[in-house]
């Protein structure tokens, strides 16, 4: 191997890395918002009485669940304009992790509101409690903290997908990247770096996520 | 007028019939146990009277409220008839205080203030006014049992179900339960019990109803009917629990 490492060829492009990486962020951290609470309305509508609302959001689910991401994001970016919806690069990929974060999580929290026992459901219709008020109160918060660890890898899988982005020229991360590469044709060190910055991103989130866990959910702190 | 009327219930699951025509009258103050095998309906009768299951024929009638399964009546219902728990059913993710309060402010619609004083009455009414910001999960099985009654009693229920509500306990921990409800009887609460504490229905009831097959096969004041059972059924029941 006679391959001659130059990591240092990339400190001009810090400001393009740097850039990539916060619209990584950014996207991610409004999709995570976005996209779980499409997903709790999804469950919620799944759970719920209404069939039709049921069969759409099932349709929905298993749409996204079973074409590849790409190309949901190239029929948003691409194929929408020829109905006359017309979006930016940004807003595509944003409402493309979106929906497609909330079809996951759709189904995520769905099976934690499967696992609520009976006895929650009648001590709540005793004491008088609303369907609305049974489901926001004593339904999905145990449910949330169920599925959270299938939540967080959710998010986090996501969050890498963003990589794809690129591909419609959002200047993501691996944007940026692509961007160094066919300038310095330093392929190695450009995505050995980028893919170490992915990496603390995830890692980053899931403390975020742990952090967010302990203040969401006060009792599993308190035990005897 | 009795507090809660029971009229010629019928109900079937599929071909199964389970309760055969049950006619009961229970008035305000009364403490009522309905003993019985498992599987002769009594703990089936107990949830028709506050419509978490529904009926085939007859009618229930509590506090002049007709007994149905249409949610908004469930929910009126609510305000009279109070239910506790086998399994104790508190909400995990609720302290003791927020499960108490969770009702009274969304159903009664009390003012946080309000709620949170009918929560430590009610507390101390079952000696866990020291509870207030502790979590189910950190208190004793026998411990939760008294929160889940503080929990009923503070929806200001003129009758109290209690489904089984000492079975799932540690022996040690059944006479804190049962001394409570031995206080609520005291102060005038009207209580209907699935138990299988006899020596309770015996001592402490007005009134015990031996379930057989679906029907109300014997029933009268506790003391006598233990004393002096009618049937053999009582006669072998009584015989093989006590």
């Given at each position: 191997m006679?391959?001659?490492?130059?990591?240092?060829?990339?400190?001009?492009?810090?400001?393009?890395?740097?850039d990539?990486?916060l619209?990584?962020?950014?996207?991610?951290?409004?999709?995570?918002?976005?996209g779980?609470?499409?997903?709790?309305?999804?469950?919620?509508?799944?759970?719920?009485?209404?069939?039709?609302?049921?069969?759409?959001?099932g349709?929905y689910?298993?749409?996204?669940r079973?074409?590849?991401?790409?190309?949901?994001?190239?029929?948003?970016?691409?194929g929408?304009?020829?109905?006359?919806?017309?979006?930016?690069?940004?807003?595509?990929?944003?409402?493309?992790m979106?929906?497609?974060?909330?079809?996951?999580?759709?189904?995520?929290?769905?099976a934690?509101i499967?696992?609520?026992?009976?006895?929650?459901?009648?001590?709540?219709?005793?004491?008088?409690?609303?369907r609305?008020?049974?489901?926001?109160?004593?339904?999905?918060?145990?449910?949330?903290?169920?599925?959270?660890?299938a939540?967080?890898?959710?998010?986090?899988?996501?969050?890498?997908?963003?990589?794809?982005?690129?591909?419609?020229?959002?200047?993501?991360?691996?944007?940026?990247?692509?961007f160094?590469?066919?300038?310095n044709?330093?392929?190695?060190?450009?995505y050995?770096?980028?893919?170490?910055?992915?990496?603390?991103?995830?890692?980053l989130?899931?403390?975020?996520?742990?952090?967010?866990h302990?203040?969401?959910?006060?009792?599993?702190?308190?035990?005897? | 007028?009795?507090?809660?009327?029971?009229?010629?219930?019928?109900?079937?699951?599929?071909?199964?019939?389970?309760?055969?025509?049950?006619?009961?009258?229970?008035?305000a103050?009364?403490?009522?146990?309905?003993?019985?095998?498992s599987?002769?309906?009594?703990?089936t009768?107990?949830?028709?009277?506050?419509?978490?299951?529904?009926?085939?024929?007859?009618?229930?009638?509590?506090d002049?409220?007709?007994?149905?399964?249409?949610?908004?009546?469930?929910?009126?219902?609510?305000?009279?008839?109070?239910?506790?728990?086998?399994?104790?059913?508190?909400?995990p993710?609720?302290?003791?205080?927020?499960?108490i309060?969770?009702?009274?402010k969304?159903?009664?619609k009390?003012?946080?203030?309000?709620?949170?004083?009918?929560?430590?009455?009610v507390?101390?009414k079952?000696?866990?006014?020291?509870?207030?910001?502790?979590?189910?999960?950190?208190?004793s099985?026998g411990?939760?049992?008294?929160?889940?009654?503080?929990?009923?009693?503070?929806?200001?229920?003129?009758?109290?179900?209690?489904d089984?509500?000492?079975?799932a306990?540690?022996?040690?921990?059944?006479?804190?339960?049962?001394?409570?409800?031995?206080?609520?009887?005291t102060?005038?609460?009207?209580?209907?019990?699935?138990t299988?504490?006899?020596?309770?229905?015996?001592?402490?009831?007005?009134r015990?109803?031996?379930?057989?097959?679906?029907?109300?096969?014997?029933?009268?004041?506790?003391?006598?009917?233990?004393?002096?059972?009618?049937?053999?059924?009582?006669?072998t029941?009584?015989?093989?629990?006590?």
């Amino acid at each position: 191997m006679d391959y001659n490492f130059q990591f240092s060829e990339l400190w001009p492009y810090t400001n393009l890395i740097v850039d990539g990486l916060l619209w990584t962020i950014a996207l991610t951290l409004i999709t995570t918002i976005l996209g779980c609470l499409l997903g709790t309305l999804g469950a919620a509508a799944r759970a719920g009485r209404n069939k039709l609302l049921k069969h759409l959001v099932g349709a929905y689910v298993e749409l996204i669940r079973n074409t590849p991401f790409i190309v949901q994001l190239f029929f948003i970016f691409f194929g929408l304009p020829s109905i006359g919806i017309k979006l930016t690069a940004w807003e595509a990929g944003l409402l493309a992790m979106v929906i497609n974060l909330g079809a996951y999580s759709t189904e995520i929290i769905r099976a934690g509101i499967e696992a609520t026992p009976k006895g929650q459901l009648e001590a709540a219709r005793t004491l008088g409690l609303s369907r609305v008020q049974t489901f926001i109160r004593v339904v999905l918060p145990p449910a949330l903290q169920t599925i959270y660890p299938a939540l967080t890898s959710q998010c986090i899988i996501v969050m890498l997908g963003s990589a794809v982005l690129s591909q419609i020229s959002v200047q993501e991360l691996t944007f940026a990247a692509n961007f160094i590469q066919s300038r310095n044709f330093l392929s190695f060190e450009v995505y050995l770096v980028v893919a170490l910055l992915y990496l603390a991103l995830a890692v980053l989130m899931r403390q975020l996520f742990k952090v967010v866990h302990y203040y969401a959910f006060p009792n599993l702190r308190a035990r005897k | 007028m009795p507090l809660v009327n029971i009229d010629n219930v019928h109900k079937y699951y599929g071909d199964n019939h389970v309760l055969k025509g049950i006619d009961l009258r229970i008035d305000a103050g009364e403490v009522v146990s309905i003993i019985g095998r498992s599987g002769s309906g009594k703990s089936t009768l107990l949830r028709c009277i506050n419509g978490l299951e529904t009926y085939s024929e007859g009618g229930i009638i509590v506090d002049q409220m007709e007994v149905t399964d249409d949610d908004s009546q469930i929910r009126k219902l609510s305000k009279s008839v109070g239910m506790v728990f086998q399994h104790f059913n508190l909400f995990p993710h609720l302290t003791v205080g927020q499960n108490i309060t969770l009702a009274p402010k969304l159903v009664r619609k009390l003012s946080a203030e309000e709620a949170a004083e009918t929560a430590r009455e009610v507390l101390q009414k079952v000696g866990l006014q020291d509870k207030f910001d502790s979590f189910p999960g950190e208190l004793s099985g026998g411990q939760q049992q008294r929160v889940a009654i503080a929990r009923s009693l503070a929806m200001r229920p003129k009758v109290l179900l209690c489904d089984e509500i000492t079975s799932a306990l540690d022996p040690e921990l059944v006479g804190e339960v049962l001394k409570v409800l031995e206080t609520l009887a005291t102060e005038g609460m009207t209580l209907i019990l699935v138990t299988h504490e006899m020596n309770f229905a015996r001592d402490i009831g007005d009134r015990v109803i031996f379930m057989h097959q679906g029907k109300v096969w014997e029933s009268g004041e506790a003391k006598a009917v233990f004393a002096n059972p009618q049937t053999p059924e009582l006669q072998t029941f009584i015989n093989a629990v006590l």
